[in-house]
Protein backbone atom coordinates (compact mmCIF):
# COMPACT_ATOMS: atom_id res chain seq x y z
CA UNK A 1 0.00 0.00 0.00
CA UNK A 2 0.92 3.34 -0.94
CA UNK A 3 1.93 6.38 2.21
CA UNK A 4 -0.53 8.16 0.80
CA UNK A 5 -3.01 5.91 0.23
CA UNK A 6 -2.13 4.91 4.31
CA UNK A 7 -2.25 8.54 4.76
CA UNK A 8 -5.39 9.15 3.35
CA UNK A 9 -6.91 5.50 5.65
CA UNK A 10 -5.51 7.20 8.64
CA UNK A 11 -7.29 10.93 8.16
CA UNK A 12 -10.67 8.91 6.98
CA UNK A 13 -10.84 7.18 10.25
CA UNK A 14 -9.66 10.32 12.30
CA UNK A 15 -12.67 11.94 10.39
CA UNK A 16 -15.24 9.12 11.58
CA UNK A 17 -14.16 9.27 15.03
CA UNK A 18 -14.18 13.03 15.29
CA UNK A 19 -17.83 12.52 13.63
CA UNK A 20 -18.58 10.23 16.07
CA UNK A 21 -17.54 11.86 19.52
CA UNK A 22 -19.81 14.86 18.02
CA UNK A 23 -22.69 13.33 17.11
CA UNK A 24 -22.21 11.42 20.93
CA UNK A 25 -25.26 12.79 23.41
CA UNK A 26 -23.79 13.32 26.48
CA UNK A 27 -26.51 13.06 30.16
CA UNK A 28 -25.59 15.45 32.78
CA UNK A 29 -27.54 14.89 35.78
CA UNK A 30 -27.68 17.67 38.38
CA UNK A 31 -29.21 17.84 42.12
CA UNK A 32 -29.12 20.18 44.41
CA UNK A 33 -30.26 19.77 48.66
CA UNK A 34 -32.51 22.91 47.41
CA UNK A 35 -33.93 25.07 45.81
CA UNK A 36 -32.77 28.85 45.90
CA UNK A 37 -31.47 31.50 43.34
CA UNK A 38 -27.69 30.66 44.16
CA UNK A 39 -27.87 28.00 43.67
CA UNK A 40 -30.47 27.52 40.48
CA UNK A 41 -28.05 30.14 39.27
CA UNK A 42 -25.07 27.47 39.59
CA UNK A 43 -27.33 24.67 37.23
CA UNK A 44 -28.53 27.65 34.96
CA UNK A 45 -24.45 28.18 34.70
CA UNK A 46 -23.33 24.90 34.18
CA UNK A 47 -26.01 24.02 31.07
CA UNK A 48 -24.83 27.72 29.59
CA UNK A 49 -21.48 26.42 29.16
CA UNK A 50 -22.51 22.99 28.09
CA UNK A 51 -24.56 24.86 25.10
CA UNK A 52 -21.65 26.90 24.44
CA UNK A 53 -19.43 23.95 23.81
CA UNK A 54 -22.13 22.05 21.47
CA UNK A 55 -23.68 20.30 24.19
CA UNK A 56 -27.61 20.68 23.44
CA UNK A 57 -30.20 19.48 21.51
CA UNK A 58 -30.18 15.55 20.99
CA UNK A 59 -26.74 16.22 21.44
CA UNK A 60 -27.41 16.99 25.41
CA UNK A 61 -29.67 15.07 27.92
CA UNK A 62 -29.82 17.74 30.97
CA UNK A 63 -31.87 16.56 34.29
CA UNK A 64 -32.24 18.10 37.27
CA UNK A 65 -33.57 17.14 40.69
CA UNK A 66 -33.69 19.25 44.11
CA UNK A 67 -34.00 17.23 47.71
CA UNK A 68 -35.90 20.08 49.08
CA UNK A 69 -33.71 20.65 51.50
CA UNK A 70 -33.82 17.45 53.54
CA UNK A 71 -30.45 15.21 53.23
CA UNK A 72 -32.60 11.74 53.42
CA UNK A 73 -34.17 13.02 49.94
CA UNK A 74 -30.28 13.90 48.52
CA UNK A 75 -29.40 10.38 49.53
CA UNK A 76 -32.65 8.68 47.41
CA UNK A 77 -31.68 10.91 44.69
CA UNK A 78 -27.93 9.96 44.11
CA UNK A 79 -28.79 6.19 44.52
CA UNK A 80 -31.53 6.71 41.82
CA UNK A 81 -28.91 8.82 39.50
CA UNK A 82 -26.22 6.35 39.65
CA UNK A 83 -28.95 4.10 38.50
CA UNK A 84 -29.69 6.05 35.80
CA UNK A 85 -26.17 5.67 34.38
CA UNK A 86 -25.38 9.19 33.22
CA UNK A 87 -21.70 10.48 32.14
CA UNK A 88 -21.31 12.60 34.78
CA UNK A 89 -23.12 13.81 38.39
CA UNK A 90 -22.89 17.62 38.68
CA UNK A 91 -23.91 17.80 42.63
CA UNK A 92 -24.52 21.54 44.13
CA UNK A 93 -24.35 21.93 47.60
CA UNK A 94 -22.44 20.03 50.23
CA UNK A 95 -25.33 17.35 51.19
CA UNK A 96 -25.61 16.27 47.72
CA UNK A 97 -22.04 16.29 46.91
CA UNK A 98 -21.97 14.08 50.01
CA UNK A 99 -24.62 11.49 48.85
CA UNK A 100 -23.26 11.63 45.44
CA UNK A 101 -19.94 10.45 46.73
CA UNK A 102 -21.36 7.96 48.86
CA UNK A 103 -23.35 6.58 46.17
CA UNK A 104 -20.51 5.76 43.25
CA UNK A 105 -17.15 5.86 43.25
CA UNK A 106 -16.88 5.21 39.29
CA UNK A 107 -19.26 7.55 37.83
CA UNK A 108 -17.81 11.17 37.73
CA UNK A 109 -18.60 13.70 40.19
CA UNK A 110 -18.37 17.35 40.00
CA UNK A 111 -19.75 19.66 43.02
CA UNK A 112 -20.26 23.63 43.29
CA UNK A 113 -21.20 25.63 45.80
CA UNK A 114 -19.20 23.60 48.50
CA UNK A 115 -17.54 25.61 51.55
CA UNK A 116 -15.19 23.21 52.31
CA UNK A 117 -14.46 19.80 50.49
CA UNK A 118 -11.94 18.89 52.89
CA UNK A 119 -14.10 19.46 55.82
CA UNK A 120 -16.89 17.19 53.87
CA UNK A 121 -14.44 14.81 52.90
CA UNK A 122 -15.48 14.78 49.70
CA UNK A 123 -11.96 14.82 48.54
CA UNK A 124 -8.54 13.97 50.33
CA UNK A 125 -6.69 16.77 48.82
CA UNK A 126 -7.55 19.63 46.58
CA UNK A 127 -4.81 19.05 43.92
CA UNK A 128 -5.18 16.08 41.80
CA UNK A 129 -7.48 14.82 44.31
CA UNK A 130 -8.07 10.82 42.66
CA UNK A 131 -10.71 8.99 42.29
CA UNK A 132 -13.96 10.24 40.83
CA UNK A 133 -14.67 13.37 42.45
CA UNK A 134 -13.28 17.16 42.05
CA UNK A 135 -15.27 20.47 41.78
CA UNK A 136 -15.41 23.91 42.59
CA UNK A 137 -15.23 25.55 46.41
CA UNK A 138 -17.16 28.87 47.06
CA UNK A 139 -15.06 29.35 50.32
CA UNK A 140 -16.17 32.42 51.50
CA UNK A 141 -13.82 35.58 52.01
CA UNK A 142 -15.57 36.58 55.74
CA UNK A 143 -12.94 38.76 56.86
CA UNK A 144 -13.95 41.50 53.78
CA UNK A 145 -17.61 40.56 54.84
CA UNK A 146 -17.04 41.34 58.28
CA UNK A 147 -15.54 44.29 57.20
CA UNK A 148 -18.50 45.48 55.42
CA UNK A 149 -20.41 44.95 57.82
CA UNK A 150 -18.21 47.63 60.03
CA UNK A 151 -18.72 50.32 57.38
CA UNK A 152 -22.07 50.64 58.24
CA UNK A 153 -22.02 49.75 62.17
CA UNK A 154 -18.02 51.29 62.98
CA UNK A 155 -18.61 50.19 66.72
CA UNK A 156 -19.56 46.81 65.80
CA UNK A 157 -19.33 44.66 68.69
CA UNK A 158 -21.34 41.47 68.09
CA UNK A 159 -22.43 39.43 64.90
CA UNK A 160 -25.52 36.56 64.98
CA UNK A 161 -25.23 33.97 62.80
CA UNK A 162 -27.96 31.46 62.40
CA UNK A 163 -26.76 28.11 60.61
CA UNK A 164 -27.78 24.17 60.26
CA UNK A 165 -25.95 22.44 62.60
CA UNK A 166 -26.18 19.20 60.87
CA UNK A 167 -24.70 20.99 57.54
CA UNK A 168 -21.05 19.92 57.29
CA UNK A 169 -20.69 23.34 55.10
CA UNK A 170 -22.24 25.29 57.54
CA UNK A 171 -20.50 24.06 60.62
CA UNK A 172 -16.99 25.16 58.78
CA UNK A 173 -18.23 28.41 57.88
CA UNK A 174 -19.21 29.06 61.50
CA UNK A 175 -15.83 28.21 63.06
CA UNK A 176 -13.84 29.84 60.19
CA UNK A 177 -16.16 33.08 61.46
CA UNK A 178 -15.46 32.84 64.91
CA UNK A 179 -12.15 32.92 64.31
CA UNK A 180 -11.82 35.79 61.82
CA UNK A 181 -14.34 37.65 64.14
CA UNK A 182 -11.74 36.91 67.15
CA UNK A 183 -9.16 38.71 65.06
CA UNK A 184 -11.32 41.35 64.71
CA UNK A 185 -12.30 41.92 68.00
CA UNK A 186 -15.97 40.90 67.02
CA UNK A 187 -18.13 38.70 69.14
CA UNK A 188 -19.92 35.90 67.31
CA UNK A 189 -23.73 34.60 68.59
CA UNK A 190 -24.84 31.52 67.08
CA UNK A 191 -28.14 30.45 66.64
CA UNK A 192 -29.47 26.84 65.40
CA UNK A 193 -31.80 26.05 62.35
CA UNK A 194 -31.53 22.22 61.47
CA UNK A 195 -34.75 22.86 59.34
CA UNK A 196 -35.88 25.92 57.51
CA UNK A 197 -39.08 26.05 59.63
CA UNK A 198 -36.34 26.44 62.13
CA UNK A 199 -34.93 30.00 60.87
CA UNK A 200 -37.29 32.39 62.02
CA UNK A 201 -36.69 30.97 65.88
CA UNK A 202 -33.29 30.93 65.56
CA UNK A 203 -33.41 34.70 63.86
CA UNK A 204 -35.85 35.94 67.18
CA UNK A 205 -33.41 34.22 69.55
CA UNK A 206 -30.34 36.46 68.39
CA UNK A 207 -32.90 39.84 68.80
CA UNK A 208 -31.32 41.90 72.09
CA UNK A 209 -28.04 39.74 71.70
CA UNK A 210 -26.30 41.52 68.72
CA UNK A 211 -25.46 44.74 66.61
CA UNK A 212 -25.89 42.88 63.38
CA UNK A 213 -27.54 39.13 62.21
CA UNK A 214 -24.92 37.55 59.32
CA UNK A 215 -26.68 34.81 56.76
CA UNK A 216 -24.11 32.48 55.75
CA UNK A 217 -23.98 30.77 52.76
CA UNK A 218 -25.79 27.75 54.43
CA UNK A 219 -28.50 26.41 52.49
CA UNK A 220 -31.02 25.66 55.02
CA UNK A 221 -30.42 30.08 55.88
CA UNK A 222 -31.05 31.16 52.58
CA UNK A 223 -33.94 28.62 51.49
CA UNK A 224 -36.09 30.43 54.43
CA UNK A 225 -33.93 33.95 54.68
CA UNK A 226 -37.09 36.23 54.32
CA UNK A 227 -37.89 34.95 57.79
CA UNK A 228 -34.57 36.50 58.86
CA UNK A 229 -35.43 39.78 57.10
CA UNK A 230 -38.81 40.13 58.48
CA UNK A 231 -37.08 39.97 61.89
CA UNK A 232 -34.65 42.34 61.24
CA UNK A 233 -37.30 44.93 60.23
CA UNK A 234 -39.70 44.28 62.90
CA UNK A 235 -36.44 44.43 65.56
CA UNK A 236 -34.40 46.87 63.89
CA UNK A 237 -31.63 44.65 63.47
CA UNK A 238 -29.45 44.96 60.27
CA UNK A 239 -29.60 42.02 58.21
CA UNK A 240 -25.91 41.47 56.11
CA UNK A 241 -25.28 37.95 53.52
CA UNK A 242 -22.49 35.99 52.53
CA UNK A 243 -24.27 35.89 49.00
CA UNK A 244 -25.16 38.47 46.94
CA UNK A 245 -28.51 36.49 45.61
CA UNK A 246 -29.73 37.17 49.45
CA UNK A 247 -29.28 40.84 48.96
CA UNK A 248 -32.07 40.66 45.74
CA UNK A 249 -34.40 39.13 48.59
CA UNK A 250 -33.89 41.10 51.25
CA UNK A 251 -30.25 41.50 52.90
CA UNK A 252 -28.78 45.22 53.28
CA UNK A 253 -25.43 44.08 51.38
CA UNK A 254 -23.39 41.53 50.56
CA UNK A 255 -19.71 41.53 48.91
CA UNK A 256 -19.80 37.57 47.10
CA UNK A 257 -19.97 35.55 44.18
CA UNK A 258 -22.09 35.74 41.34
CA UNK A 259 -23.21 32.22 41.52
CA UNK A 260 -23.97 32.21 37.50
CA UNK A 261 -20.29 32.76 36.90
CA UNK A 262 -19.71 29.59 39.29
CA UNK A 263 -22.14 27.77 37.29
CA UNK A 264 -20.11 28.23 34.66
CA UNK A 265 -16.90 28.15 35.71
CA UNK A 266 -17.79 24.16 37.50
CA UNK A 267 -19.36 23.75 33.79
CA UNK A 268 -15.77 24.20 32.64
CA UNK A 269 -14.71 21.14 34.53
CA UNK A 270 -17.71 19.30 33.29
CA UNK A 271 -16.50 19.86 29.66
CA UNK A 272 -12.72 18.79 30.53
CA UNK A 273 -14.15 15.65 31.89
CA UNK A 274 -16.41 15.05 28.90
CA UNK A 275 -13.37 15.81 26.43
CA UNK A 276 -11.84 13.19 28.15
CA UNK A 277 -9.65 14.10 31.59
CA UNK A 278 -9.93 11.95 34.51
CA UNK A 279 -11.86 14.11 37.79
CA UNK A 280 -9.31 12.86 39.95
CA UNK A 281 -6.52 14.77 37.84
CA UNK A 282 -8.26 18.06 37.85
CA UNK A 283 -7.54 20.19 41.51
CA UNK A 284 -10.57 21.41 43.20
CA UNK A 285 -11.13 25.10 42.06
CA UNK A 286 -11.42 27.94 44.15
CA UNK A 287 -14.19 30.62 43.07
CA UNK A 288 -13.45 33.56 41.67
CA UNK A 289 -14.65 37.25 41.24
CA UNK A 290 -17.01 39.13 43.72
CA UNK A 291 -19.60 41.69 43.51
CA UNK A 292 -20.99 44.38 45.75
CA UNK A 293 -24.93 44.13 46.55
CA UNK A 294 -27.00 46.85 48.14
CA UNK A 295 -30.62 47.12 48.93
CA UNK A 296 -31.70 51.03 50.41
CA UNK A 297 -34.77 50.03 50.70
CA UNK A 298 -34.51 47.24 52.94
CA UNK A 299 -31.70 49.60 55.07
CA UNK A 300 -34.27 52.50 55.56
CA UNK A 301 -36.53 49.16 56.83
CA UNK A 302 -34.39 47.94 59.48
CA UNK A 303 -33.73 51.55 60.43
CA UNK A 304 -29.57 52.12 59.10
CA UNK A 305 -27.55 54.24 56.18
CA UNK A 306 -26.03 52.98 53.37
CA UNK A 307 -22.43 54.41 53.51
CA UNK A 308 -21.45 56.75 50.32
CA UNK A 309 -18.40 54.74 50.13
CA UNK A 310 -20.25 51.68 50.04
CA UNK A 311 -22.57 53.20 47.58
CA UNK A 312 -20.25 53.97 45.21
CA UNK A 313 -18.58 50.54 44.57
CA UNK A 314 -21.81 48.99 44.68
CA UNK A 315 -21.66 46.57 41.10
CA UNK A 316 -25.71 46.10 41.39
CA UNK A 317 -27.98 48.33 43.49
CA UNK A 318 -31.51 46.92 43.93
CA UNK A 319 -34.28 49.03 43.44
Known amino acids: MKLSSIFKSALMSTLLVSSALQAKSVYIATTAIVEHPA ?31 KPDIASQIARKLVGDKPDIIVAIATPSAQSAATATKTIPIVFSAVTDPLAAKLVPKLEQPGG ?8 ANLKEHFTL ?7 LK ?4 PYNPGEANAVSML ?15 EAAAPKSSDVMIAAKQLVGKV ?19 KVGIDAQVPVFAGD ?13 YNYFDLGRQTGDI ?21 DLYVNPKMAKRMGIEIPKAVLEKATKIIK
Open 149 to 155: IKKFIPN
Open 39 to 69: LDAVRDGVKQVLNDNGYSGDKLKFTYESAQG
Open 244 to 256: TGTVERGAIAAVG
Open 211 to 229: DAIYCPIDNTIISAVESVV
Open 158 to 161: TIGI
Open 132 to 139: NVTGLSDM
Open 270 to 290: VVRILKGEKPGSIDVKMAKGT
Open 175 to 189: DSAKEVAKEMGIKIV
